[in-house]
């Protein structure tokens, strides 16, 4: 099945400063890749997401690109604030594969601070 | 996107016995839904797929005899923990995909607490 790795676990920035955080997945057939945040006791939000056909998307501070070959996909959010600080997950889907159920493997999430 | 509930938000039980949680719909019909849970700081893990009308797909590890799922109309699933022990409680969260090709919208979760 579908392996997800995230990095980093943690990550801290100053208000203002940009943010990345990375994820790699392990199955070729993976063709749909969102990002979710998600605030303490609550759900997770889309926040973004892409599709394989696609090597970036942005929006407004958010943005989202893609490597197929090296499956590795990343989230940017610049000009941090504040209520940027969460925990953000990434994740693969397999989308219309048959047999792939169109089911969701999470990354293990990152832990975002931002600081005054 | 999607509008979807869960009931209770939170629950205490004593051990061993079984608590129902609703995950709804309110604004499409689904004829999937997905079951999470997710313990303190950690990821969320698909425990099963609900499917409308047939039994649920359970995902490796997952005792479906404890954990009973029905998808009895298309904007209703629900989630029964049976015989609840402390190392079931965790935050259970279900959502549901608009279309095959679309992603996921997830309600705001069920806050189990088993004493």
């Known amino acids: 099945g579908e392996n997800v790795e995230q990095h980093p676990s943690t990550l801290s920035v100053q208000e203002g400063d940009s943010a990345v955080i990375k994820c790699t997945y392990s199955?070729?057939?993976?063709?749909?890749f969102p990002w979710y945040k998600q605030e303490l006791g609550k759900r997770p939000q889309l926040i973004i997401d892409i599709r394989s056909n696609v090597g970036e998307k942005k929006d407004q501070r958010i943005a989202v690109t893609l490597n197929k070959t090296a499956k590795h996909f990343s989230l940017h959010i610049t000009e941090t604030q504040p209520e940027d600080s969460a925990v953000y997950f990434c994740?693969?889907?397999?989308?219309?594969?048959?047999?792939?159920?169109?089911?969701?493997?999470f990354g293990t999430g990152t832990q975002l601070k931002v600081e005054l | 996107g999607a509008v979807v509930s869960q009931h209770p938000s939170w629950v205490i039980c004593k051990s061993g016995t079984s608590v129902k949680i609703e995950c709804r719909s309110l604004d499409f019909q689904a004829t999937t839904m997905f079951w999470y849970r997710q313990f303190p700081k950690q990821s969320l893990m698909l425990m099963a797929t609900?499917?409308?009308?047939?039994?649920?797909?359970?995902e490796q590890g997952v005792e479906k005899d404890k954990f009973l799922i029905n998808h009895a109309s298309l904007t209703l699933s629900t989630l029964t923990v049976t015989s609840a022990h402390p190392e079931d409680s965790s935050f259970y969260i279900c959502?549901?995909?608009?279309?095959?090709?679309?992603?996921?919208?997830f309600g705001p979760g069920t806050r189990l607490t088993v004493l």
């Open positions: 199955d070729s057939a993976s063709n749909y």
């Open positions: 959502s549901v995909p608009l279309r095959l090709a679309d992603t996921q919208y």
């Open positions: 994740a693969a889907n397999s989308l219309g594969v048959t047999g792939g159920g169109n089911k969701l493997t």
């Open positions: 609900s499917n409308e009308g047939s039994k649920a797909t359970y």
